[in-house]
Structures are given as C-alpha cells and as structure tokens.
C-alpha cells in the first residue's frame, strides 16, 4: 500500500463523517449571538439587521453566526422563538390554588407583558414581517411558541378547575380565548399602533381584576 494511500479503516471513517471534523460548537457563543439578534432584530426591524451586525454585537466572527445558524431566516427564527419563550406568562401552581387569586396573577403577568416594549416591538417586527412576503412559516413559528403556548397552559388550567367543581366550561379552549382576549381589550390595540401609553400598574391591576370577576361569574359552576 502506498504511504500516500489512506487505510481502507481511514478511508471509512471519512467517508461516514468522523465527529473529529470540525470543532464542536460553543455553547456561550451561541447564546451572545441568539441575544444579539434578539435585540438588533427588535431595534433595527428585519431587512435593517445584517449577519456581519450581529457578529460584531456578539464579538464573533462571521463565520461563527454562520455554523450555528445556517442563514438569516433561521436566525430570526431562533429569536423570535427565544423571545417568545422568554415573555410566557408562569402558570405553575400547587394544587390548592385559588382560581380568583391565580387568575388575578396570570391576568396581570399577561398584560404586563404583551405592554412590555419588547413585546410590543415584537408584534410590530412580525406584522411588517408578515407585509413583505407569504413566509407564513415565521408567523406559525411565532404563534405557536407564544400565544400558542400560553393559551395551551391556560386550557389545562381551566381543565383542572373544572375537575375541582370550580367552573362550569363547555370549551376550554375557547375559555382560554376568551379571557386574554378581554385582557387584551381595545387599549392593546391602541398601544401597537402607538395612539397610547400602556396602562399604568394601578390602572392594569384594576381592568385585571375586571376581567378575572367577569370570567368567573360567567363560567360559574
């Protein structure tokens, strides 16, 4: 054989794709860049964020953006689904919780959220988004990992009250609609197209517990 033939055990190797290729990728350098997108792709929307911005926000190279995310569209996913992740409402609880007081709590975490700025910059990133092509798979991504999400955990809740002769629900699902539609209300509508500020914490907490008094009486056992 050769000296300059490989062995047919190197030969397979390669052939099979040996882990030794390649370096294995950092974990913290993934996580700087999937926060510096984060924030450049709110700020500076879509189409105005580059991959050489985000290298130079994360202090990696280029090429480093590129082995852990192949493209731009696929790094925009990632944000938006860690974003979205991020901005979930708690739903844990034991299980002697009060609903009222338990509703009260998400009520408020929700609303606090969807006025966040970040959150508000969000939905306006994705309804621009949405105006500049068909990419419908960027809107299921982001319906599914948030308000998806969120209104699947509320759904489990009700579920469990129900169990508990707590409400009285024909659709938990559409329960779950229900009251973080009434969150959301007409001011949230105001807030995205910038007509209003969001509602103060004194004014938030009271439209809440408006919300959760009216959800309660309507679906009392």
């Not at 992740?85 to 338990?102: H, I, N």
């Not at 469990?160 to 559409?174: C, H, I, Q």
């Not at 209003?196 to 679906?219: D, K």
Request: net charge negative; proline share 6%.
């Amino acid at each position: 054989m050769s000296p300059t033939t490989p062995s047919p055990s190197a030969r397979g190797s390669s052939a099979r794709g040996s882990p030794a290729r390649g370096r294995p990728k950092d974990p913290a350098k993934r996580a700087a860049i999937l926060e510096a997108a984060k924030e450049l792709f709110l700020r500076d929307g879509y189409v105005g964020t580059s991959m050489d911005a985000v290298a130079a926000a994360a202090g990696v190279s280029k090429l480093t953006v590129y082995s852990h995310f192949s493209d731009k569209p696929t790094l925009f996913s990632a944000a938006v689904e860690s974003k979205c992740e991020e901005m979930l409402p708690s739903f844990a609880v034991g299980d002697d919780y009060d609903l009222a007081t338990v509703l009260q709590h998400i009520g408020q975490n929700f609303v606090d959220v969807i006025n966040s700025a970040e959150a508000v910059g969000l939905h306006r990133l994705m309804a621009v988004h949405a105006g500049q092509g068909t990419d419908t798979d960027m809107a299921r991504l982001f319906f599914e990992a948030g308000p998806q999400r969120t209104l699947n955990e509320m759904e489990q809740l009700l579920a469990r009250s129900m169990k508990k002769g707590e409400l009285r629900v024909d659709d938990p699902a559409l329960a779950a609609e229900y009251f973080f539609g009434l969150l959301q209300g007409c001011h949230h509508m105001k807030v995205l197209i910038g007509y209003a500020e969001p509602l103060s914490p004194a004014e938030a907490e009271h439209h809440v517990r408006g919300v959760v008094t009216l959800f309660l009486r309507a679906y009392a056992p």
